[in-house]
């Protein structure tokens, strides 16, 4: 709440502010009054109807009162002097002025005294207090002496003193009938002061608020227009583009397609499943946005609100492994005691001395396969009992050199059909070597699988390279297939999910999870011209201030 002072402050602001406007309204009064009055003098010559007595004083008095209404005017502009002396200033002028005039026309019998009543109307308004009858008094004062002056010139008898009585007492009605609606009007116009001052801290409090809430949030008018915009969901969009007045598909094409989306779905409410999902500007992170309306009005404003699915993930990430772990604790037995099985018949069979150099290689293969099966049970059982990871730091050209090496050879594989682009031979990262085997094994799997069109062979590039903007480096494994349809866009990461006759839908699930638990991101972009890009962003904590490399490709 404010204090007295803070009160006081505002009425006497809101006072001047009123006082500065009636005083523009009482100086065009005057200069209006001086040409009216001239002009009726000069009509109605040889015989004026004012200022016959002293015809050279009257028009002397209106070119003087004309001069000082004009610096009045100028100097109320200026909002210059103070309110006292702004007061008792025109207060003498129009009682000298008008009373000269009087003078000048024959006394009170001219009725040129009924001009004083506006201007000290005006003046008991600005007036605080008995300063008003101040006022009154001053008027009445000037009357009754030109009355005197006019009797003693002459110009008039004893007879209008009663009528100069009835003047002055009209003037002290005027001043005192003044007095309590300017005390209304200055309590309401501070009042309306103090509604302002009060709207304007909402204001500022609600964008203090806006601004440093944990949630990102933004509002979009009807043309796509970001309007607000709070500090994190600038920072998710992009922190040089996402600002107030950009077009929301310039900074985010898909978020305007989800909106676009959620405005044609007329039976779609705030708070219903949101329908899709986009990655952050740093490529890193996972969003969804939900929608609502702002007010009832068509169209109306949209207020967004952007969810990391990364936060939304960590809440829900006990109960998926703790399913996870019930059931990869009853088949890894299961599956241990066969693949060892294997694992060590392949051995004996190796040390045959019977077996040629191709069946040797065979056997060589299934035993590397029995140590990889031998390794995702590993990595399931970690995943589900939450073990942290083992990263290692990875020099990533010669890990995926390696890695190429191996899967064509494991798989029988063209390598002329698995092409790998390195842009700079330095590039590194900190992650599990065999969870980031793990990942990139299956995301090749899933290419070579369904990455081919008919009649065409299938080729996958494996692409190590750095995110735009952001520089974060990343994996990409890319195909020319015919990609995965929108509809399924948003469910290939779940588990089970698959379009396939002979996949059982966890190869996705279990990459983007083992992804998650050594800080990467897994992500899926239909390519241009066709197919499909897996992208693993990886996580690096030196990522912020590290220099991109020069030839470096960036996506």
């Given at each position: 709440m404010s204090s007295q002072a803070d009160v006081a402050a505002v009425g006497e602001r809101s006072q001047t502010d009123l006082g500065w406007r009636i005083v523009g309204l009482i100086n065009l009064y005057r200069l209006l009054a001086v040409v009216v009055m001239i002009c009726v003098h000069l009509l109605t010559q040889p015989v004026p109807a004012f200022g016959s007595n002293l015809p050279r004083l009257f028009r002397g008095v209106l070119l003087l009162y004309f001069v000082l209404a004009a610096l009045l005017a100028f100097a109320g502009r200026s909002h210059w002097p103070g309110r006292r002396t702004l007061v008792l200033t025109h207060a003498l002028i129009d009682a000298g002025a008008i009373s000269l005039l009087m003078y000048a026309s024959g006394g009170v019998a001219s009725?040129?005294?009924?001009?004083?009543?506006?201007?000290?109307?005006?003046?008991?308004?600005?007036?605080?207090?008995?300063?008003?009858?101040?006022?009154?008094?001053?008027?009445?004062?000037?009357?009754?002496?030109?009355?005197?002056?006019?009797?003693?010139?002459?110009?008039?008898?004893?007879?209008?003193?009663?009528?100069?009585?009835?003047?002055?007492?009209?003037?002290?009605?005027?001043?005192?009938?003044?007095?309590?609606?300017?005390?209304?009007?200055?309590?309401?116009?501070?009042?309306?002061?103090?509604?302002?001052?009060?709207?304007?801290?909402?204001?500022?409090?609600?964008?203090?608020?806006?601004?440093?809430?944990?949630?990102?949030?933004?509002?979009?008018?009807?043309?796509?227009?970001?309007?607000?915009?709070?500090?994190?969901?600038?920072?998710?969009?992009?922190?040089?583009?996402?600002?107030?007045?950009?077009?929301?598909?310039?900074?985010?094409?898909?978020?305007?397609?989800?909106?676009?989306?959620?405005?044609?779905?007329?039976?779609?409410?705030?708070?219903?499943?949101?329908?899709?999902?986009?990655?952050?500007?740093?490529?890193?992170?996972?969003?969804?946005?939900?929608?609502?309306?702002?007010?009832?009005?068509?169209?109306?404003?949209?207020?967004?609100?952007?969810?990391?699915?990364?936060?939304?993930?960590?809440?829900?990430?006990?109960?998926?492994?703790?399913?996870?772990?019930?059931?990869?604790?009853?088949?890894?037995?299961?599956?241990?005691?066969?693949?060892?099985?294997?694992?060590?018949?392949?051995?004996?069979?190796?040390?045959?001395?019977?077996?040629?150099?191709?069946?040797?290689?065979?056997?060589?293969?299934?035993?590397?396969?029995?140590?990889?099966?031998?390794?995702?049970?590993?990595?399931?059982?970690?995943?589900?009992?939450?073990?942290?990871?083992?990263?290692?730091?990875?020099?990533?050209?010669?890990?995926?050199?390696?890695?190429?090496?191996?899967?064509?050879?494991?798989?029988?594989?063209?390598?002329?059909?698995?092409?790998?682009?390195?842009?700079?031979?330095?590039?590194?990262?900190?992650?599990?070597?065999?969870?980031?085997?793990q990942i990139v094994w299956n995301l090749c799997d899933n290419a070579f699988l369904h990455g081919g069109r008919d009649g065409e062979q299938v080729v996958v590039e494996l692409l190590l390279a750095r995110v735009a903007r952001y520089g974060r480096v990343c994996l990409e494994v890319a195909d020319r297939g015919a990609g995965v349809a929108l509809p399924d866009v948003e469910r290939i990461f779940e588990p089970f999910f698959t379009r396939g006759t002979h996949g059982t839908g966890l190869g996705l699930f279990l990459a983007r999870e083992l992804a998650e638990i050594n800080g990467a991101t897994l992500l899926y972009e239909a390519r241009k011209g066709g197919g499909s890009i897996f992208r693993l962003v990886f996580a690096d904590s030196t990522r912020w201030s590290a220099v991109m490399l020069p030839g470096t490709p960036v996506l």
């Amino acid at each position: 709440m404010s204090s007295q002072a803070d009160v006081a402050a505002v009425g006497e602001r809101s006072q001047t502010d009123l006082g500065w406007r009636i005083v523009g309204l009482i100086n065009l009064y005057r200069l209006l009054a001086v040409v009216v009055m001239i002009c009726v003098h000069l009509l109605t010559q040889p015989v004026p109807a004012f200022g016959s007595n002293l015809p050279r004083l009257f028009r002397g008095v209106l070119l003087l009162y004309f001069v000082l209404a004009a610096l009045l005017a100028f100097a109320g502009r200026s909002h210059w002097p103070g309110r006292r002396t702004l007061v008792l200033t025109h207060a003498l002028i129009d009682a000298g002025a008008i009373s000269l005039l009087m003078y000048a026309s024959g006394g009170v019998a001219s009725n040129l005294g009924i001009l004083l009543v506006i201007p000290v109307g005006s003046m008991a308004l600005l007036a605080v207090g008995r300063e008003a009858l101040v006022i009154a008094a001053i008027a009445a004062l000037a009357i009754l002496a030109q009355q005197i002056a006019s009797q003693l010139a002459g110009f008039c008898g004893t007879g209008d003193y009663l009528l100069a009585g009835v003047m002055g007492a009209i003037i002290f009605l005027v001043a005192a009938s003044a007095w309590p609606v300017a005390s209304r009007l200055r309590e309401s116009e501070a009042q309306v002061r103090r509604q302002e001052v009060d709207l304007a801290n909402l204001a500022q409090l609600s964008q203090y608020i806006v601004q440093r809430l944990r949630e990102s949030i933004l509002v979009v008018d009807p043309t796509d227009r970001i309007r607000l915009i709070n500090e994190s969901a600038a920072e998710m969009l992009g922190d040089a583009a996402a600002v107030p007045g950009a077009l929301l598909g310039e900074v985010s094409p898909r978020l305007l397609y989800l909106l676009t989306t959620w405005r044609t779905s007329a039976d779609l409410l705030p708070g219903e499943q949101p329908l899709g999902t986009f990655s952050a500007a740093d490529g890193a992170r996972i969003v969804e946005a939900h929608f609502a309306a702002l007010g009832a009005v068509e169209p109306a404003p949209v207020l967004i609100f952007l969810e990391d699915t990364g936060t939304l993930a960590a809440r829900v990430q006990q109960s998926k492994l703790a399913a996870l772990g019930r059931l990869t604790a009853s088949i890894a037995h299961e599956i241990r005691n066969p693949v060892g099985a294997m694992s060590h018949a392949a051995q004996l069979l190796g040390e045959s001395t019977h077996l040629g150099a191709e069946d040797l290689r065979m056997t060589e293969i299934m035993r590397n396969n029995a140590q990889r099966v031998s390794a995702i049970v590993d990595n399931v059982l970690r995943l589900s009992r939450r073990d942290p990871p083992r990263p290692e730091r990875i020099a990533l050209a010669e890990w995926c050199a390696r890695f190429r090496e191996e899967y064509c050879a494991t798989t029988q594989r063209d390598p002329a059909r698995f092409q790998l682009q390195v842009g700079a031979p330095d590039l590194e990262t900190t992650i599990d070597p065999s969870q980031l085997h793990q990942i990139v094994w299956n995301l090749c799997d899933n290419a070579f699988l369904h990455g081919g069109r008919d009649g065409e062979q299938v080729v996958v590039e494996l692409l190590l390279a750095r995110v735009a903007r952001y520089g974060r480096v990343c994996l990409e494994v890319a195909d020319r297939g015919a990609g995965v349809a929108l509809p399924d866009v948003e469910r290939i990461f779940e588990p089970f999910f698959t379009r396939g006759t002979h996949g059982t839908g966890l190869g996705l699930f279990l990459a983007r999870e083992l992804a998650e638990i050594n800080g990467a991101t897994l992500l899926y972009e239909a390519r241009k011209g066709g197919g499909s890009i897996f992208r693993l962003v990886f996580a690096d904590s030196t990522r912020w201030s590290a220099v991109m490399l020069p030839g470096t490709p960036v996506l």
